[in-house]
Every structure is written in C-alpha cells, then in structure tokens.
C-alpha cells in the first residue's frame, strides 16, 4: 500500500487552505487588486484618514476602472464579466486597504452601475455603463432618507408628471460619492409607485452637499442629496422594475459585496494583532507566547477564516443562481458583526497602540461601526432570518 501523501506545511496566513478552492483566475484577480492597494491606498489611508478627506477620487477611481473593479461582476457595456467570488475577493483586498475604498468601488458598481444594468433602457445603458466601468464618471445611489433609514417605503422623495418631464424634489441623506459623482439613481415616490431615475448630476436644483464630522470613514466621500425641482425628460426613468423589488434588488448585490469585504477588515487588524504580538516583548519574552494572546488570536482566526469560507460559498450559490437574499442577509449579519469582535481584540493585544493610526486596527474598527449599519442594520437582518426561519413577520 502506497504512503498517504504528506499535507502541506500549516500557513497561518491560511489555515484552512481556503486558497485550493480558488482557481488561477480568481487569485490573479486578488492578486492585482491587493497589488493596486497596496501601493494606492495603505501608505496613504491613515493620513486621509485623519484629515478626514479622499484626494484625488477621481483619479483612485480611474485606476479603479483600468484594473476592472468597478461594476466588475456585470457583463457587457465595458464591465469586466467577473464571477461573483472574483468581485468578492476585491472587495475583500479594497476593504483590508479601508472600507472607505470598498465604499467607493460598492456604490459604483453593485448600487448605480447594478441598477441601470439590471432595469435601465439600452439607450441608459450604453450612456452610462461604459463611462462608469472605466471610472470616467462616478456614481452614487440615492435611497436612504434623513428619517426612513431602514424604512425606505416610507420615503418622502416624490416625482410628479409635468407633460412629458419629470420633476423631482425631497433629500437624501449619507450618499457615499454623492459630492463628486456625474450621475445619480435616485428613487423617488410617483402616482405609480416607487421609481428609479437616472439624474445627471448638473441639473439644476440638484446640490450635494459633503457631509462633515464623521468619526467613521473618514477616507471616503459622503453626501446628502437635496433635490429641488429637478426636471427631468421623460426618459430618465428606469424602465425595468416599479416599486421596492427595485432598490432592494440593488441592496442585495451590494449586501455581498459587504459579506466578503468585511473579512477583508478583519483580517487586516488580525495580521496586525499577529505581527504585533510576535515581536512585542513584556516580561522578557514576546507576548505571543503567553497563553491568553494566544487564545485571542485563535479565537480571532477560527472567526475570520470562517467567515471567509461563508463569503466564498455565498459567492458559489451568486454564481450558480441560487443565492437568496436572506442567505445574504445570513452573511452580512455574521461576517460584520465578527469583523468588529475581531478589531476590538486584535485592539486589546495592542495595548495602547492600539488606539494610534501608525496601525489599522482603530480605523478599521471605527469604519465597521458604519457597515455595521448601513445596507441593513443587525436588527433589519435578524428580523429578516427570523421572517425566513418562522415565517411570521415581525417587522409590523
């Protein structure tokens, strides 16, 4: 009988071997976005950061565009025809960098470029997707309102006919892009029911004012809209869906997205935490070495590694057809609510250090206090599951 052959050595990077599960093309897809982070992003990020800015989106964004991250997951119209565990692993290596990044790529391609794909005319279509698949033009999504957060059927924002145009007023509130984007899907209430419309971003009495005195993402571009009597010709409404099916179609994708990006936090503040306490000596030796670090971070990589191996298979059922929104839902509640237990204790293994911007973990941690909530709440996803896992609703 032949010897069993020998398993490879135990790499503390990867310890479950998540790696065989990805095929050349999805490691070359990782590889070039942690590439483009790495030398675009994290020798830069703390410093914006802590001025609370993002110079040079247009350009970040372009670049974006030219390695096929932006609307990446979408075929045709210059988009990339990646899988969705390709998109994944990108948002996952842009959110090791900052979620900020991630925001960006997300807002883009799975909110705006998702919606004019999904429900846009072909005359939509064509004038916009290939502009914002090679980052020319930035996109933002335009849903959330300043009093209907998480209850977007109770939204103020109203298009009304006059003749063949429409004219929108109402406000939107914490737009990711908003400030700088070209274009914006704004849904709004109509006598039909809820609509989406495409506004170029010049019309008069659209403004978009940057919103300040963020604790978190401050690495990223965040806007109210204020919609004043925009008109609109009869065309920039998207044909494709009437009602909420519409938006929540959107937020699904980008739900994903997040699944998979918030392991990318996560592991960043693990590496961190690892790094650290391999070389961080107290009491004569490194604090590694003593048995409470090391229960953290075991704790800390049984976490992460699962999470990503739930991203992954999410990923598998997208690809296939068969991913429900409440699998999503199963996703973002787990994998976002772990990211931050993993940044609170890769913090604790830092001591003091913890709190400084020379490491990620406070940025990290401060930035999934907004993933944590936006695309759905913990309570929005656990009703969700509950709904799913009883079939009684509890959200009325």
């Not at 490691?27 to 483009?36: E, F, G, I, K, Q």
């Amino acid at each position: 009988m032949s010897a069993s052959p020998k398993p490879p050595a135990f790499d503390p990077a990867d310890p479950l071997g998540l790696d065989d599960l990805l095929d050349p093309e999805d490691l070359a897809v990782r590889d070039t976005v942690r590439s483009w982070a790495a030398d675009r992003v994290l020798p830069y990020v703390a410093d914006w950061y802590e001025k609370g800015e993002l110079p040079g989106i247009r350009e970040l964004a372009r670049e974006l565009g030219s390695i096929g991250a932006l609307g990446m997951s979408l075929t045709g119209y210059g988009c990339a025809g990646a899988s969705s565990v390709q998109y994944g692993l990108a948002c996952l290596e842009l959110e090791a960098a900052d979620s900020g990044i991630r925001s960006l790529v997300s807002v883009q391609g799975s909110l705006a470029m998702y919606a004019i794909h999904a429900y846009g005319s072909e005359e939509q279509k064509n004038e916009w997707l290939p502009r914002m698949a090679s980052g020319e033009v930035i996109g933002c999504f335009g849903l959330t309102e300043p009093d209907h957060g998480s209850d977007p059927a109770g939204m103020r924002t109203f298009a009304k006919r006059d003749g063949e145009d429409w004219v929108l007023s109402g406000r939107k509130m914490w737009i990711t892009n908003g400030s700088v984007a070209g274009v914006a899907v704004v849904w709004a209430r109509t006598e039909d029911g809820i609509r989406g419309f495409v506004v170029p971003t010049d019309r008069p009495g659209f403004s978009a004012p940057e919103i300040k005195h963020k604790w978190s993402l401050r690495a990223s571009v965040t806007s109210e809209l204020v919609l004043d009597d925009v008109r609109l010709p009869a065309d920039a409404v998207l044909p494709g869906v009437t009602g909420l099916r519409g938006p929540l179609g959107c937020l699904s994708h980008a739900r994903y997205g997040i699944v998979w990006g918030s392991m990318g936090a996560a592991r960043a503040s693990f590496e961190a935490a690892l790094d650290y306490a391999r070389t961080r000596e107290q009491f004569g030796r490194p604090i590694g070495g003593f048995q409470l670090t090391q229960a953290k971070l075991a704790d800390m990589a049984v976490e992460l590694h699962k999470g990503i191996l739930l991203a992954h298979h999410l990923g598998r059922r997208m690809d296939a057809g068969k991913l429900r929104p409440e699998q999503i839902s199963f996703g973002k509640l787990n994998n976002v609510r772990e990211a931050i237990e993993i940044c609170r204790t890769a913090r604790t293994i830092l001591g003091a250090n913890g709190i400084s911007l020379e490491y990620p973990v406070m940025r990290h941690a401060t930035n999934l206090e907004s993933v944590l909530t936006y695309e759905g709440t913990v309570e929005m996803h656990q009703l969700v599951l509950g709904k799913a896992l009883t079939g009684l609703d509890a959200f009325r």
